[in-house]
Nanobody, 122 residues
């Protein structure tokens, strides 16, 4: 059974950078759209970024545009989310997901990781 595993979360100060990685165990997921979502305490899960199967198209939430970069190398497994200029409002559990369809819609993703916590202190 294919599983997604996120890594790279942690506790940082405002202005710092982190890079998250999402890897598929047992196989690559080069045929899937891969997205990152996040969920803060008491809030709904929200779209952060997504990347097309080829890696040629990327999409971002307005709140992270210009600060976060999603990337993939289909010859290798992980999909990365580089996060710069982190702010306290970025604090959340971050999930990667694989699937297709509407890149911004969590319901269109069929495979999810367990999530990794990011906490940004002011």
């Amino acid at each position: 059974q294919v599983q997604l595993v996120e890594s790279g979360g942690g506790l940082v100060q405002a202005g710092a950078s982190l890079r998250l990685a999402c890897a598929a165990s047992g196989r690559t997921f080069s045929s899937a759209v891969v997205g990152w979502f996040r969920q803060a305490p008491g809030k709904e899960r929200e779209f952060v970024a997504a990347i097309s199967r080829s890696g040629l198209s990327t999409w971002y939430a307005d709140s992270v545009k210009g600060r976060f970069t999603i990337s993939r190398d289909n010859a290798k497994n992980p999909v990365y989310l580089q996060m710069n200029s982190l702010q306290p409002e970025d604090t959340a559990v971050y999930y990667c997901a694989a699937g297709g369809g509407r890149f911004y819609s969590s319901s269109d993703y069929t495979l999810w990781g367990q999530g990794t916590q990011i906490t940004v202190s002011s």
